[in-house]
Structures are given as C-alpha cells and as structure tokens.
C-alpha cells in the first residue's frame, strides 16, 4: 500500500513564521509529484497561503489548518468544526484575566479562532519584552498549569494545552492534530503515515499525531518523524525517501 506522507508546516517545511526556503521549494515540487502528501498546521490558512507557495498546495492532496479544524483541497474547505466553550468557562477565564497576579496586564485575553479558545492572563496585545517576562514569570509561578489543571478538572470532555510563551489552547478532547491522522487514516483504507513534525514530544502541537498513531487502530508500519527545522527535514527525505 502507498505510504501517505503529512507534514507540520512551522519549524518543519519553514523557518518559524516565516516562508519555504527557495532550495527547499525545488526539492519538495519534485517529492511532492513523486508522493501523496498532506499538510497539518496549527495556524489557519491565510498564514498558510504566506508560508507556503501555491505551486507546493497545488501539489498536495489537502491541507488541515487550525489543528485540524479545518481541512482543505485546494481553495475549497471540505469540512470546519466550530467551538462553543460553555459560559461557566467564560466565566472563569474572565475572573482569572481580571484576578490574576501576574506582572503585567494588557487586553485580548480570550480569542476564539475556528475550533478553539485561546487564553492569556497577560493578554496577546503585549510587547515581546512582557512577553518574555511573563514567560519567565509563569515558569516560577505555574499560573498556566494551574488553569490547565482546573480547566481539565472542571470540563472532563475540554483538553487544555499550554502553547507559546503566554497562553494555553483550549478546545474539545481529541480536536487537536491527531484528528487529521484520523481523517487520512480512513480516507485511504489505513495506508501506512509518515509525519514529520519539529514538536512531536509531551506537551508539544506535534505529540497528539504521536499518540494517535501508537493507538491499535493504526498500522504498525506508521512512522513519526522528530526534526529540529526544515534543513532535516530536507535531508531525511533525500536519504531516506528519495528512490
Ligand atoms: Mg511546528
């Protein structure tokens, strides 16, 4: 059976935010003629269309965007789930922006993108300076570990992660990237997935495709693939699966 191939876009086909590098551009137009592939971001599809050059999207099979709350072939959206969080969260998630002891406070502490919630105590209008500072801040304080904790306690059916330097990622249990897994997994009668991802350890945007993959449901033959940027990336595809 045909191996799939899905690939995270930021820090593993990219430099973090920023677009493909040339040399890599010419190499992946060829691998991706060569093989069925499959993109899996966090960010949603405008940063996707920045990162990544039409003729590379035009290349792949489709493209999940928000985690996997979206998912695309070509322009069209195939399918979108959409997160209501329940008014106690709301609640909560106010009270701890307006009562927390953290350093520094500015605004936009709730956003709601396309299948979750992101939080921040600091709030995202923050300079990079308060960001920093709030990171080294938390690392002493665990204020996020401890919303993450009550938020997990409180909604058995909400998982919450911490992301970046300030905020945690709320959304509902098991729509986080392992749902494109999922998808794939049944879109092509369970071929055999090669995933390359920059953050596929615990706690990392990377790891539910790890942990979805070791479920028995999976085949065997499924292959995660930890890289440190696109450099590696680049050279395991030429040495590895390039025949
Ligand atoms: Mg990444």
């Given amino acids: 059976m ?7 876009i930021d820090g593993t086909l990219t430099p973090a935010r920023q677009r ?4 890599f551009i010419k190499f992946f137009l060829t691998f991706c003629k060569d ?5 899996v971001t966090g960010s949603d599809h405008s940063k996707v269309l920045e990162q990544v050059p039409d003729e590379v999207l035009g290349l792949t099979s489709g493209v999940f965007t928000c985690s996997g709350n979206q998912y695309w072939e070509g322009e069209s959206l195939v399918y979108e789930k959409e997160f209501k969080a329940p008014e106690k969260l709301f609640t909560y998630l106010k009270d701890k922006a307006e009562y927390s002891v953290c350093p520094v406070k500015t605004s936009r502490h709730i956003e709601e993108r396309t299948g979750m919630m992101n939080f921040s105590t600091i709030g995202r209008n923050c300079t990079q300076e308060q960001r920093e500072d709030y990171y080294h801040w938390d690392r002493e304080a665990g204020e996020r570990k401890q919303i993450r904790d009550w938020v997990k306690h409180m909604f058995p059916e909400i998982d919450c992660v911490i ?4 905020s945690v990622d ?17 879109k ?6 090669t995933f390359f991802g920059d953050r596929l ?3 990392g945007n990377d ?7 070791n479920q028995e449901s999976c085949a065997p033959l499924d292959i995660a693939t930890p890289v440190e940027n696109w450099q590696e990336t680049m050279r395991i595809l030429q040495e590895v699966y390039n025949d």
């Fill in 2 to 8: 045909q191996r799939i191939f899905m690939f995270d």
């Fill in 20 to 23: 493909m590098a040339e040399e």
């Fill in 35 to 39: 093989n069925t592939v499959y993109l």
């Fill in 163 to 166: 992301g970046g330097q300030i």
């Fill in 170 to 186: 709320i959304y509902p249990m098991g729509c986080d990237k392992s749902q494109a897994i999922r998808y794939v997994k049944e």
């Fill in 188 to 193: 092509h009668d369970n071929a055999p997935i």
């Fill in 201 to 203: 350890k615990p706690g």
């Fill in 207 to 213: 790891f539910p495709v790890y942990s979805a993959m």
